[in-house]
Every structure is written in C-alpha cells, then in structure tokens.
C-alpha cells in the first residue's frame, strides 16, 4: 500500500519537477521568463504622462467622456506637452504593482509612471479606501497633478478626503432638468492665472453649470471663471434667488499637488470649443509644473 501510493506521488510530480527543472537549468528559458516581468523602457522618454480616466461604471454616463478624453490626449500630442494613457477603469490607480489576482500585469504602469490624472467620472466609483489613499497621497505628496471635468467634482462622494482634495460637491444643475446646456455667459475673474491666459475676458460656451456645496467655498478654492448670471435669463435658474455664485473654474493645492476644477464638458460640442481645449490644456500645463501659478484663494469678490 506504501509502495504503491509511493509510485503514484511519483508519477503526479514527475513532469511539473521536469519542467522546473528544465526552467532552472535552461539559460533561454530563465532570460524569457527575467524579461517579461522586468520593467519596460519608458516608451515616451522626455514627455510628461497624464492618466485620461473616464469612470462612468456607477453613475450617469455622459455621452461626451469618449470624444473628452480623445480631445485630451490629442491636445497633449500636439502640443508636446504631454502623453497619455486613457482608461475607462481604475485599475492603474495604485502605488503597488499592478495584479491580476496573484497574477502579475506585465507592462501595467501605476502612479508612480504618471505626472498628473485628467478626471472625467461620476458616482461612487470603484476605488477601494487603498487605492483612494493612493490617489490622494499622489497628489498631496509626490506633488503631482488633478484635472477633473464636469461631473469629476460629484465623483467618490463616499471619501470625504477626495472631497477635501477637489474642493467642493456638485449640489445641483443649475439649470432646469429639461433644458440642462445652455449658451453660458462666462467671464474670467483671474486673467493671470496661467489656466485662463489666452482666453477673452468674457466668452459663451454651450454647456451645463452647476451648483456646488461645501467643501465649496470661495475662501477655499482660487475661482477662475464663473458663469454672468446677469447675462443669462433667470427663469431658466433652479431656484435663481440663492443660486448666485456659479463657478465654471477653480484652483487650489493640495499639499504638494495642484488641483483644477471646470464643470464644463457635459456636452460634447463644448470638447469642440477651442477655448474650452485652451482652457484645459492650460490647466494640464499648469498642474504638471510646467508653469508657475498663485492658486491662493482670493475670497468673495468685492460687492457681490
Ligand atoms: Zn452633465
């Protein structure tokens, strides 16, 4: 009996010990195996790396994150500012190396390969509390960079961190529901910070405004541009008599790191709109240190 279950172990082991055995003692074989899980050359040497993430998985899906996120990678080649690599998931949302399971990803980056992250999600997402400490210390710590779009600020709304890192909670459109894009009178309130140069000091752009609640507040946020609601038809407003402060873009550090804020990009002609490309290429250029820029909050504005 001994002997017999003796053999059988034998022959169950014999070709997986053959085959370690083959790996081990094989020169070829060890250098395919030492090569497939080193790390790549960088692909794009020179060039800043942005993560285009567009996280629609558990909430609204705007219909204009593709052409968003195309428009961001193009603008980055084109200017030679930067590179990216686009997901629609949040699995490259990690300091640790990327895995399937046990299973290495081979030539998966993480945070550590990126400069800065364009943001273009909504909802609860799908990030676990590590790779949201993640996220936040890639900011905070290692100084790097955050652009979120649209509903990028209503995005996470379980992680009070991330709240306090984007600077506010989407509260509400501020148009009514049946008409959300309108033709938004915008005018710029900071001319000199680098995400605004370039820009006329007051333009239209067809698109959907909103209110913010706290952490927004002017004292904590540099506002950038906000919507005229002189210009624009109060009957259209939600609830127009408290609805007064409508900002279409914001600034702030967080610790080491920049973060910019625009809610527009609901619709997708407004990824069309070369000042609406200005502007977030800027905000790119700026949030990857590649231009210096005073994000110190400059409170409510005076007579308002
Ligand atoms: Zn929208």
Redesign the pocket.
């Known amino acids: 009996m001994a002997a017999a279950s003796t053999g059988k172990i034998s022959r169950k082991f014999a070709v997986p010990l053959l085959s370690a055995g083959l790996l081990l003692g094989s020169p070829l074989l060890a250098q395919v195996a030492a090569t497939a899980s080193a790390p790549r050359p960088d692909p794009w040497p020179g060039f800043k790396k942005v993560l285009a993430i567009g996280e629609t998985s558990t909430a609204f899906q705007?219909d204009s994150i593709s052409h968003a996120l195309a428009t961001i990678e193009r603008l980055g080649r084109e200017s030679g500012l930067y590179m990216t690599i686009i997901r629609t998931d949040t699995q490259l949302v990690t300091k640790a190396p990327v895995r399937n399971g046990e299973t290495p990803v081979l030539n998966a980056k993480n945070l550590d390969f990126f400069d800065a992250i364009f943001f273009f999600g909504a909802g609860p997402g799908t990030l676990d509390e590590q790779q949201m400490a993640d996220l936040l210390s890639f900011v905070r710590d290692d100084g790097k960079g955050f652009v979120a779009a649209?509903?990028g600020v209503n995005a996470f709304q379980g992680h009070p961190g991330y709240r306090d890192m984007i600077g506010g909670l989407w509260d509400h459109p501020w148009t009514k529901a049946e008409r959300?894009e309108v033709d938004l009178p915008i005018v710029v309130e900071d001319p000199r910070f680098p995400a605004m140069q370039g820009l006329p000091a007051a333009f239209s752009v067809h698109d959907?405004a909103a209110v913010h609640q706290a952490p927004y507040s002017r004292d904590n946020v540099r506002v950038l541009a906000s919507v005229d609601l002189d210009q624009l038809d109060p009957e259209l407003g939600r609830s127009p008599a408290t609805d007064r402060d409508v900002p279409i873009a914001w600034a702030r550090e967080y610790g080491k790191g920049r973060v910019f804020y625009s809610v527009l990009g609901?619709s997708d002609q407004s990824w069309d709109n070369p000042l609406v490309q200005q502007l977030f290429l800027n905000a790119l250029r700026w949030s990857l240190g590649l231009v210096e820029g005073d994000a110190t909050p400059l409170g409510e504005p005076a007579g308002r």
Do not use: A, I
Request: aromatic content about 0%.
């Open positions: 705007h649209h509903t959300l959907e609901h």
